[in-house]
């Protein structure tokens, strides 16, 4: 058996080993896409095949749809040609459940992949057709949020972004650079409008598209290759919208599981893929059951029934504090706690982390009693269901193979939204008081013990990448495992840092606290747990 539009005709054979395939007329779905497409999407990549793509397949399958979507890829051109190509752009969805069962359904919504290449008439001509179309109603993007940048740290353009605004949209490469050669097209065959929106899981994302297309608008608009009314026409958010959402589903690298359990079962070539770009890519995409996209309500063209599909579809400030309420109480905030000390005491999975009673007292303190007083409530979701799912099902999934290690990566930058949020909160309210937190000075208290790389047992550690790490080091030099007398001269220097913090933890009344649990966890071997097990029962 086989993915591919053969599979439509044998139905039997697939139902027979539990995969569910899309009831719907796919041949008259792919006609109706290439004679008045509605939607492109930017972004070939798991996350719009295991979750953006299965939205238009269930309002297909109701029959508010008729017409599919359009893939384009802007980075990975192999992605078109191993994964999409092969398999006529369907994709076999495993949903994992943290049972170990598995949920198979073929997606069939993608009415065509394509590649974003300047440099391909075929493909490119294709995608401009169907720019020029008044059907055209949406485009969205996954092409994560360095996609977007079109400058360095040192607020300089890039080389290549560089070479795009001189070089004018005929030969575009960025992404921001090809969707706005697109744009332009649109605006000379007539200046339809259209909802452009970006569902990269980046805060504000919406802002930071529009920013992109402007800029290299404006770009072109100066060197002479697009007419001055071109720029106007991208920020005239009548015309072109940028609506900001937020999205969540967990959608990791291809497990080898799920690929041997498709063998198994008698579907061919399901072995995943490395590209030439180093994509790990499978034509199955496995992925837990919860998923959440809040997405504003701005769409100039009209758009599909994204509610009927399971879209929260709100206002900008609605989005804000959905964003808000995950980043900084109900998810982040426990996956950095659960990063560092997973990290310290020889954890290499989240899933695992979730067995120990310590680790699961740490988060459930940090989410439904610290951070549930001031969480942000959007009104559209319960903070203390979403809190409840992630605790009680997405974080202990073992399918889900998310390693501490990884999400250590870049600590610094999260830590200010993700704790020091919630700190400014009890600081402005006069009915909380700061003292009463344990469980966020402990994450950071755990997260300044990961820095001097030692582990709980006293053996050296690697440590995740980080931009600030070599001058953390420099002021963490002095304190050493085994040497609680290390701390003699504490750490105010360090903790009165608002960059970091996102406040000045000194001045919070903070500072001593976080100070002693880390002079209890250098003691020795078997501090680190010491410390945690002591501060929970005493919490509890």
């Given at each position: 058996m086989k993915l591919n539009r053969s599979c439509l005709?044998?139905?039997?054979?697939?139902?027979?080993?539990?995969?569910?395939?899309?009831?719907?007329?796919?041949?008259?779905?792919?006609q109706a896409?290439?004679?008045?497409?509605?939607?492109?999407?930017?972004?070939?990549?798991?996350?719009?095949?295991?979750?953006?793509?299965?939205?238009?397949?269930?309002?297909?399958?109701?029959?508010?749809?008729?017409?599919?979507?359009?893939?384009?890829?802007t980075f990975d051109f192999d992605i078109i040609d191993k994964i999409y190509h092969p398999y006529d752009n369907m994709t076999m969805m495993v949903r994992l459940k943290p049972d170990g069962t598995m949920e198979r359904e073929v997606i069939a919504s993608i009415a065509k992949g394509v590649k974003a290449d300047t440099k391909n008439s075929e493909d490119f001509g294709y995608l401009v057709k169907a720019f020029e179309k008044p059907s055209l109603q949406m485009v969205s993007f996954t092409i994560t949020e360095k996609g977007y940048a079109l400058t360095d740290f040192k607020g300089e353009f890039f080389p290549f972004v560089k070479k795009d605004m001189e070089e004018g949209p005929e030969k575009a490469s960025h992404a921001m650079s090809v969707v706005t050669a697109l744009l332009l097209k649109r605006y000379q065959a007539?200046?339809?409008?259209?909802?452009?929106?970006?569902?990269?899981?980046?805060?504000?994302?919406?802002?930071?598209?529009?920013s992109s297309v402007v800029t290299i608008a404006e770009a072109w608009v100066k060197a002479g290759f697009a007419p001055t009314e071109f720029k106007a026409w991208a920020e005239d958010e009548s015309k072109v919208?940028?609506?900001?959402?937020?999205?969540?589903?967990i959608t990791p690298r291809p497990a080898e599981v799920v690929e041997k359990a498709l063998k198994a079962d008698g579907i061919e070539d399901m072995a995943p893929v490395i590209t030439s770009k180093n994509t790990y890519i499978a034509p199955f995409v496995n992925a837990e059951v919860p998923q959440y996209l809040v997405v504003e309500d701005r769409f100039p063209a009209g758009r599909p029934a994204l509610e009927k599909a399971g879209v929260y579809m709100t206002d900008r400030d609605t989005v804000n504090k959905t964003e808000r309420m995950k980043v900084t109480t109900c998810l982040n905030p426990l996956h950095t706690a659960l990063a560092v000390y997973g990290c310290l005491l020889g954890y290499n999975s989240i899933a695992a982390e979730m067995k120990d009673e310590d680790l699961k007292a740490l988060v459930e303190r940090i989410g439904y009693v610290e951070g549930m007083p001031?969480?942000?409530?959007?009104?559209?979701?319960?903070?203390?269901?979403?809190?409840?799912?992630?605790?009680?099902?997405?974080?202990?999934?073992?399918f889900i193979p998310d390693t501490p290690q990884r999400i250590a990566t870049d600590t610094s930058q999260k830590i200010p939204i993700r704790f020091g949020e919630t700190i400014k909160a009890y600081m402005e309210d006069e009915t909380l008081n700061v003292d009463d937190l344990t469980a966020i000075p402990?994450?950071?208290?755990?997260?300044?013990?990961?820095?001097?790389?030692?582990?709980?047992?006293?053996?050296?550690?690697?440590?995740?990448?980080d931009p600030m790490l070599p001058e953390l080091k420099e002021q963490l030099k002095d304190i050493k495992f085994g040497e609680p007398d290390s701390m003699k001269d504490g750490l105010q220097g360090v903790l009165s840092n608002p960059v970091l913090f996102g406040t000045d933890l000194v001045n919070a009344g903070l500072s001593?606290?976080?100070?002693?649990?880390?002079?209890?966890?250098?003691?020795g071997p078997g501090a680190v747990r010491r410390t945690l097990h002591e501060y929970l029962e005493s919490s509890h």
């Open positions: 005709k044998n139905r039997e054979a697939f139902e027979q080993i539990s995969v569910k395939l899309p009831e719907y007329d796919w041949d008259r779905m792919v896409t290439e004679e008045a497409p509605r939607w492109i999407h930017f972004g070939a990549g798991n996350i719009f095949r295991g979750f953006i793509a299965e939205l238009q397949q269930r309002l297909l399958e109701e029959g508010l749809e008729e017409t599919g979507i359009i893939a384009a890829d007539g200046g339809y409008p259209l909802a452009l929106v970006s569902m990269d899981n980046c805060s504000h994302n919406g802002e930071k598209l529009k919208s940028y609506p900001w959402s937020m999205i969540d589903k001031v969480v942000t409530n959007p009104g559209i979701l319960k903070p203390v269901d979403f809190l409840k799912e992630v605790i009680e099902y997405r974080l202990p999934n073992p402990l994450a950071i208290a755990g997260w300044l013990r990961y820095l001097l790389e030692v582990d709980d047992e006293g053996n050296t550690m690697e440590i995740s990448s001593d606290k976080i100070e002693t649990m880390l002079h209890k966890m250098i003691a």
